[in-house]
């Protein structure tokens, strides 16, 4: 990796290096990018989020200079420090990405640049190029035009009320439909009817229109029911073409856990606009990385009635299994409501043990939706055992999903294979990451993975694993084996 790296500072030459899942859960291979970027002579940027940052400032640096004559300077900040600036500038990715897609000089072209965590990038991405619509924002359209602030007001009222016809979902968001659509529609061409012109609207409110009126956007809202408040959200539904120019601005190195499941990462370079590039895959190590997983066949599917009662079956009988084991044990559950219903039950049968998205004893039980896990996965200890209630396949009643569907049908692609299954195999490899630093247990009780054609995928990204169909008395602590 260090190689590649360096000969992609050396020949500007862009490259996606995929570094598996444990080795992106315990962060060892910024070693191999960071010494080749501090002895290169020249400038060099490192995009990484802002916790990474710090950690590489307290930990891999120190380590590198201990280890090597590195003279090189290091900076952090949301700007280059000025043009005669040779060192290495560490920064957020928001404040690369903003300055890139908004054509600013905060950054100098053609300097390489290095982006950590780029399994993330498609939504830093997204986030970055959403316009939202809040309530100052509606206040400052009624300064904008004083003449209107009644019939502006009156129309939010309206718009308001059209979004909270919709029925609760537990993702408390809804994709703009024909009547709000109408709705604004009605308050520009109202605007624009006073003026010979375009209205002059505000900035934010300029933004949203240019937009909304493209027909690739995917449009939603935000409802704060207690409050009777709302929020407007508009982003592109493909970014390709936005972010293809920008890769042609300097040369890139993108790293990232586990971005594709071929070597090239044709999906996910399709997804963001990236062209030919050298990639490099590393594989996980058949001895160190192993995990043992069990995926039982014959259980119901996730979308019938008697999941529920098969799922707590088989969580109680890994659980007794490993009743004397004193590692974490984490439960991951998609399903929101089935969540709170498991995590109940759990909790009346096991006491205190049992938290739902908060951080448990070293030995407790923790029932979490993969959102929670991905996110503190880092600061709790690996868990001896991982039971996975079902794929993480992005579920179509969430509207954001169902709205980047939609965008695949129009355009005729094959939605599953370019969207949901990618989503869900990166997920689910990130997801199991700190089990494979201890070789510890996996289990896999989404029944698909047996009899769905795409099976066989799911089981090449659990790869390296000891597969097997029934409770291993192996998996047995020390203690109860005896």
Known sequence: ?????????????????????????????????????????????????QPLQSQILRQAIPSLQQAMP?????????????????????????????????????????????IDRADDLESWVQTELTVSLRASDWEHLMLAYPSQSGWIRDLRVRLTHALFQHPINPYNCYLIGEPEQALLIELYQTLLNGYAQEPILPITWQRFWQRFRSPERLAWSRL??????????????????????????????????ALGLDDKASVYRARLG???????????????????????????????????????QQIRALLGARAGATELTV??????????????????????????????PTSGILITGWDFWQQQQSQLCPPGLLIIATLPIPSLENPLVAGRVAAHKRRRQDWFKLYLLP????????????????????????????????????????????????????WLPAEEAL
């Open 1 to 49: 990796m260090a190689r590649l790296v360096a000969r992609a500072l050396r020949l500007g030459r862009s490259a996606l290096i995929q570094t598996g899942g444990a080795s992106a859960y315990d962060g060892s291979y910024r070693l191999s990018y960071l010494t080749p970027a501090l002895l290169w002579p020249e400038p060099a940027i490192v995009v990484l989020p």
């Open 70 to 114: 590195l003279i090189k300077p290091i900076q952090v900040g949301d700007r280059w420090p000025g043009g005669d600036f040779r060192g290495l500038l560490l920064t957020s990715p928001q404040a690369w990405l903003r300055d890139r897609l908004t054509q600013q000089t905060a950054f100098p072209n053609h300097l390489p640049t290095l």
């Open 224 to 257: 704060n029911r207690e409050r009777g408040s709302i929020e407007l959200h508009c982003s592109p539904a493909d970014i390709s073409a936005t972010l293809s120019p920008i890769w042609t601005q300097q040369p890139v190195v993108l790293m990232g856990a």
């Open 274 to 312: 990236l062209s030919d590039m050298t990639c490099l895959k590393f594989a996980p190590d058949r001895h160190h990385d192993m995990i043992q997983l069990y995926l039982p066949d014959r259980l119901p599917m996730p979308n019938t009635s008697h999941f529920q009662v098969a799922l707590l």
């Open 331 to 360: 439960v991951i559950i998609g399903d929101v409501p089935l969540k709170a219903q498991v995590g109940a039950i759990l909790a009346a049968e096991y006491g205190s043990r049992v938290q739902v998205e908060k951080a448990p």
């Open 423 to 474: 989503e869900a195999l990166s997920q689910l490899q990130r997801a199991i990451a700190p089990v494979r630093t201890r070789q510890g247990i996996v289990a896999l009780l989404d029944n698909r993975v047996n009899h769905r054609s795409y099976g066989a995928q799911v089981l090449m990204a659990l790869s390296p694993a000891a597969r097997s169909s029934y409770i291993d008395m192996e």
